[in-house]
């Protein structure tokens, strides 16, 4: 079957740096997606990886590992309106996305 | 319009009753999705279609029916609701499903069965 993992809940500081982790078992890849999605709202693209390594986007990162079935989300200098859920998703052989269950982000001052 | 607007909002529906959730976007996109988020899972694709006049089923596609008669509308109906039924739903569109910013989302309808 397919599977995405990530965390259920994490903790960080204002002003600090936090890294969401994203294990992924899918039938096929073509690419793998984070998506925000703030209490009560829609989601929201974030990043998108389909080779390996680091794409950077001014305090948002987002790092692939095909062979490992691994992405992470970096935020840097985290700021209170960082507070959200973080949805990984991978786009599998037949171009549909498989989500994760998503990882609440509490940021505390 | 700009984007994606889904109707209603909210809605409380008695089980047993028919109910149809609207979707329309203005971006011409090709592919349009729906799917039901419920806590502590993730988002699960009910219905999808690639473009005007064709569908197909997703993960989770029982219980529920879509069509799409032109690009813009992809409205999503419950034929009889039921409790299990009770989640948000979002529709999505994509410009074609390998685009690399993924997908636009509208603001989901929050649908109680009781």
């Known amino acids: 079957g397919q599977n995405i993992d990530q965390p259920t809940e994490m903790t960080a500081t204002e002003g600090a740096i936090v890294q969401i982790n994203c294990t992924y078992q899918?039938?096929?890849?073509?690419?793998l997606f984070w998506y925000q999605q703030h209490a009560g709202e829609a989601p929201t693209f974030l990043s998108y990886?389909?080779l390996d390594g680091l794409e950077e986007k001014g305090r948002f990162s987002s790092f692939l590992s095909r062979s490992k079935g691994y992405s992470y989300l970096l935020l840097k200098e985290l700021q209170m309106k960082d507070s959200a859920s973080y949805l990984c998703?991978?786009?599998?052989?037949?171009?549909?996305?498989?989500w994760g269950a998503g990882t609440k982000l509490i940021i505390k001052p | 319009i700009a984007g994606i607007t889904q109707a209603p909002t909210s809605q409380i529906l008695a089980a047993g009753r028919r109910m149809t959730l609207r979707c329309t976007q203005d971006?011409?996109?090709?592919?349009m999705y729906w799917y039901r988020q419920d806590l502590g899972l993730g988002l699960r694709l009910i219905h999808y279609?690639?473009?005007?006049?064709?569908?197909g089923k997703g993960e989770v596609p029982d219980g529920y029916s879509v069509s799409r008669a032109n690009t813009d509308d992809f409205p999503l109906t419950l034929a009889s609701a039921v409790p299990s039924q009770t989640s948000v739903y979002f529709c999505?569109?994509?410009?074609?499903?390998?685009?690399?910013?993924?997908?636009?989302f509208g603001s989901g309808t929050r649908l109680t069965v009781v």
């Open positions: 899918t039938s096929g890849f073509n690419g």
């Open positions: 998703a991978v786009r599998d052989s037949n171009y549909q996305l498989i």
């Open positions: 971006m011409r996109h090709n592919a």
């Open positions: 990886n389909v």
């Open positions: 279609s690639n473009t005007a006049g064709t569908t």
């Open positions: 999505a569109s994509s410009d074609s499903p390998d685009r690399v910013d993924g997908y636009t």
